[in-house]
């Protein structure tokens, strides 16, 4: 009887750590629920006092960002916040939230790509499979399905992607206030006027392209500098040429901004203009790397010095993001004062504006 009375308990014991073991094993398979973990940090920061202090508001982001961090394409904001494509969905966090909130919309495709069209958000990969969502609306829809047909069609140059793909690599897609869409695809940049039925090759050699429009004037940055189009993209002239790529172009009060890289030097400069790009000026040469670095980065001393990046506005202000920090321009680029941020990584931050609000995403590096 003795016995009996041990050997229950054993068997008792022996079955509530199975079960333990069990429901733990169970509870690895689990997926994680995407935001829902207290421990997201470093992911996003936004300043709502011109970058004097800053509020970490990744709560409620996917998890796996904190490790690969957000694509440059997978992000923008505008005057009702910031939008980020990452895991299955679109988040979208207000520019005047006074919390870290963020609202999810589940997104039907593996588009990883982003950008703001007249009517709505486009979504889009390498291969050019396009959605847009319509303003005031919540389904996204297949656009320009016959894109790749035409431009194959266009350009017949053979590259990497073509002979693999059987595609023309999309680097971006930019529509104008009048509904003009660009695709910059491979080496080329595509017009179409009547929403993507049929398209023109308006630019050969453009590299990775960036367009901005401010007052019926188009820039794009190219392999060889900045380029200006009056005619809504038909036509396109060079309108700042250090003999080397253009990195950025950006709409600021009463103009534009620019950054143009120099081969010779080695080094970014921004450009302004106030007369709708005909004529440009050189700001920021305090943020120029030193000359001592320079030099010894030409020498093989050096791996990299600092480089200019990126240019915003915010109100007043001039952002410039460079690969050491973030600095501000009171002036218009006459002085500038180098921002503390927060602890974001070795790889330097990409950079967003909303109104008054300034956005930091820290670059995971490759």
Known sequence: MKKLFVFIPAILLVSFLLNSFVLKEEAKKKPKKEGKSAGIVNIIFKSTDGGQSWQDISKGLPEKLQREGVGSNGFFANDRGIHLRAGNGVYHSESNSTT???TKEIFPGTQRNMALGKDGIFAYDFKGQFLQKINGTRDWSPVYKN???????????IDYYYT???VKFVRTV??????????????????????GKTWKQVHVGGGAMQLVEANGVLLATYREG?????????????VISEGGVGIAVERIDGGFAAI????????NSIHISLDRGKTWKAIGKDLQPSWSSSFMKKIGLLQSSSAILSIKQMGTYLLCGRTDGIFRSSDMGKTWQQLSLPPTGKYGVNLAVSGNVIYIIPNKGC
């Open 100 to 102: 870290s909130f963020w």
């Open 147 to 157: 894109f790749q047909e035409q431009a194959l069609r266009l350009d017949g140059t």
């Open 164 to 166: 693999n793909y059987k």
């Open 174 to 195: 930019f529509e104008t206030a009048g509904g003009t869409v660009f695709i910059v695809s491979s080496n080329s940049l595509f017009r179409s006027a009547n929403k």
């Open 226 to 238: 900045i380029l200006r189009s009056t005619d809504d993209g038909q036509n396109w002239e060079r």
């Open 260 to 267: 143009v890289n120099n081969p010779i030097t080695q080094t």
